[in-house]
């Protein structure tokens, strides 16, 4: 047999061949759709951990690089922010539509620039324009109940007669939560649908969700100002900026608008002496420059998200997660989850 010896003009045909190959898929990624895992259950029962979603960035349009100089596929590092273009996006504002499961750059991440910031996956539960607020645990938009709450999960107490082992967790697929007392309390975060079958069983001597009251003052609760006695289970009102909205400033709302001036407007902010001074200037109200959106985990007491941190800028939003590739049960050893493959995300 004839050994085959590269020439160097076969050399160079395999570096073009493997270099358009990299660019189509760098393109493809940038600008069509990416596959992401699921790293956390704030979006149980939607999304699960273990799961791969599908980023369909066409949906709200792709948005354009920010930092050039970066090394792509490896998030927060290698990359240089010498160069960073004005955000841009085709197609124009995102068209996102309320309920719809959006992926976004954590927007707390000032170290990094908006385009190598965490992603994020929540539910967009009020749009630019909104009024919202939480009442019991339920959401409200311009006064209308939009939450579904079969669909969502929230922490119950429950007492037992018996000692609540692994094989019932397993059984009842419960993945966050536990016993909480020696006189068989426990916590777990369930649906209404599963908290309902759990009541009916004789173990089970009480179950109660476990919600916070009205006035109960959650320090760590955006926009963390003891004026504002808000919980993430009655929260609000809450208005959402739009861009183009011109807002009052005063020493008392300040905390609902420091941000969104500051860092994700780039203007310089004073407070001095109860008056409040944008880029050096005396100001009583200020202009919003983009719009911005609230989100929300469906798993309501264990998700961090709008609630904490407070709006989501809309240049961080990346796309809408459409569908589950694949899915894996690491949590119980169980293997591919076969019944969430290509499952539609709702």
Known sequence: ??????????????????????????MIRTFLFEISPVGSPSMEKSLMTGDYMFINKLSYGPRLLKTLFSI???????????????????FGSPDVERNEVVVFNYPMEDEF???????????????????????????????????????????????????LDSVFTSQYNLVEGGKISDNNDYSFTLTKSLA???RSKTF????????????????????????????VDNYGYLKIPSKGDTVKLDSVNLCIYERIISAYEGNTLELKSDSIFINGEYKTSYVIKQNYY????????????????????????????????FSNDKLYHKGIRWDRLFQGIK
């Open 1 to 26: 047999m004839k050994k085959y010896i590269p020439t160097k003009h076969s050399i160079i045909e395999w570096f073009k061949a493997i270099g358009i190959s990299f660019v189509c898929v760098l």
């Open 72 to 90: 792509p596929f490896i998030n927060q590092s290698y990359y240089s922010d010498v160069v960073s273009l004005p955000y841009m996006r085709l």
């Open 113 to 163: 620039p908006v385009d190598h910031r965490t992603y994020f996956v929540k539910r967009c539960v009020a749009l630019p324009g909104d009024s919202f607020k939480i009442a019991d645990g339920l959401v409200y938009v311009n006064n209308k109940l939009i939450d579904d709450e079969n669909s969502l999960q929230f922490n119950y107490h429950l007492k037992s007669d018996k000692v």
């Open 196 to 198: 309902d079958t759990l």
């Open 204 to 231: 089970i001597t009480e179950i109660q969700k476990n919600n916070e009251k009205k006035e109960m003052w959650d320090e760590f609760v955006f926009p963390f100002n003891a004026h504002y006695k808000w919980n």
């Open 294 to 325: 609230f989100m929300m985990g469906d798993n309501r007491h264990n998700s961090q998200d709008s609630r904490h941190w407070g709006f989501v800028p809309e240049d961080h939003i990346i796309g809408k997660a459409t569908r589950i590739i």
